[in-house]
């Protein structure tokens, strides 16, 4: 399917979206009314460097509070110089710190995250439109408006929403590589969105290499170099931050240690540490290399465990994959039945509308996106919300499958024999 096989339907769909994002932005409203706390102060690593921004600290992070290491800003901390987090959420988030009052502010956060989220509903309908009917993409953009993990990532605070958004607006220049008129200027712009994303999150620099090699295998050789050119390009003014504020070459960020270490460990997946690891995380000398020293202890201890345990390392590997692809026991979230049950229906749906498409050929952006995902949380763990960041490339043909079935459901009852 194409774009111009539809293009004469898009207009009485219109009013049609417009109610879609009016939905979304009711649901959000509803949920930030009735569940969401306003007055958590609850903004995770991205919100406490946005909070030593503010307060003159510098992009920093980690400080000593005694004999204890602590990422919670304090107004009389002197924090260490960080790369935790990449950049983008955290310039997102500043601005709010201005606001004072902490339910303002959660609220303001909350009106911008939700209109992103609109945003990202209109993008879903006009990628859509591209490869499949109208209707479809309407469905498609009203699952991206009602599911309930989306509407709660709303209210997180946490990339989820805007990479959503970014994702999609990328999402047709990715698929651009496979055109015959594929141009340098797409290449460019293809590569300016995925760094942009990889600045919200890190882990889709994988996504980014698995793409490059597919280009590459494709014989797209200027696209791809000039999408590797402008990738790397994009870069370096981070590298070059953290160079001479923590003196050393570091390409993203200084968390895959942790990160590596939370899905192999002997205490449990997503465990962050024992007791002998705080005190030798306690025991690091504060200063620009701290998070270094840091993510090496991370790292080693990591290692030291992959190497002793190898069939548990297996089987782990297995759990992590049920954890992703289907719902993590340990977090009380994905245990509830209104995220477990749109979630079975959404990944069987999709299931069926993938099968009727030439995936591999003609997504296989989505396909490397999904597998490049799937990698991440094998290699590191598995959260909700990395789920969810995963989910809205399903959704395309989650709505493709219901609508298949939908109409097979028709054609079936139309042609029953009357009695």
């Known amino acids: 399917m194409n774009s111009s096989t539809h293009s004469v339907t898009v207009e009485p769909w219109k009013r049609s979206l417009l109610i879609v994002c009016g939905m979304a932005l009711l649901a959000r409203a509803l949920y930030t009314c009735t569940v969401f706390d306003l007055t958590a102060e609850h903004y995770w690593e991205y919100g406490e460097i946005a909070k030593n921004l503010h307060l003159g600290k510098g992009y920093s992070l980690f400080w000593h509070n005694g004999s204890v290491v602590t990422q919670l800003s ?33 609220a303001l956060i909350v009106v911008f995250q939700s209109l992103i989220a609109c945003s990202a509903v209109v ?12 209707r479809t993409a309407l469905l498609a953009a009203l699952l991206a408006a009602l599911l309930p993990e989306f509407v709660y990532a709303a209210g997180s605070m946490t990339p989820t929403v805007v990479f959503h958004a970014g994702f999609l607006a990328t999402l047709p220049l990715l698929y651009s590589f496979s055109l015959e008129t594929s141009s340098l200027r797409r290449a460019v712009y293809a590569a300016l969105g995925c760094a942009g994303l990889i600045y919200l999150r890190s882990e889709f620099a994988l996504f980014c290499v698995v793409f490059l090699a597919s280009v590459l295998v494709q014989k797209h050789y200027r ?4 999408f590797f050119a402008v990738l790397a390009l994009s870069f370096l003014p981070w590298q070059v931050r953290n160079a001479v504020d923590l003196h050393a070459f570091i390409p993203l960020t ?13 205490l449990e997946l997503g465990a962050w540490a024992d007791e002998a690891m705080w005190r030798e995380a306690s025991a690091i000398p504060g ?95 598995s959260l909700p919300r990395y789920q969810t960041m995963m989910k809205i490339a399903l959704l395309p043909f989650a709505a493709h499958g219901m609508m298949l079935v939908w109409d097979r459901l028709r054609t079936t009852s139309s042609n029953a024999p009357e009695h």
């Open 254 to 266: 200084t968390n895959f240690g942790q990160n590596l270490y939370r899905g192999h460990n002997s």
């Open 287 to 381: 200063g620009p290399r701290f998070e270094l020293e840091l993510n090496r202890l991370y790292l080693n201890r990591a290692i030291d465990f992959m190497l002793k345990h190898p069939v548990q390392e297996i089987e782990n590997s297995f759990v992590k994959l049920a954890h992703f692809w289907l719902w993590n026991p340990s977090d009380l979230r994905s245990g509830r039945l209104l995220y477990r049950i749109p979630w079975v229906f959404l990944l069987l749906f999709a299931a069926v509308g993938i099968r009727q498409v030439h995936f591999w050929r003609d997504h296989w952006p989505v396909a490397l996106f999904l597998a490049a995902s799937t990698a991440t949380a094998v290699l590191f763990f």
């Open 123 to 134: 993008l879903m309908y006009r990628w859509m439109l591209m490869h499949f009917p109208a």
């Open 223 to 226: 696209s791809a170099a000039a």
């Open 74 to 106: 304090s107004p009389s901390s002197t924090s260490y110089p960080s790369a935790h987090m990449p950049p983008a959420y955290v310039v997102f988030l500043f601005p709010f710190f201005f606001v004072d009052n902490v339910v303002l502010r959660n």
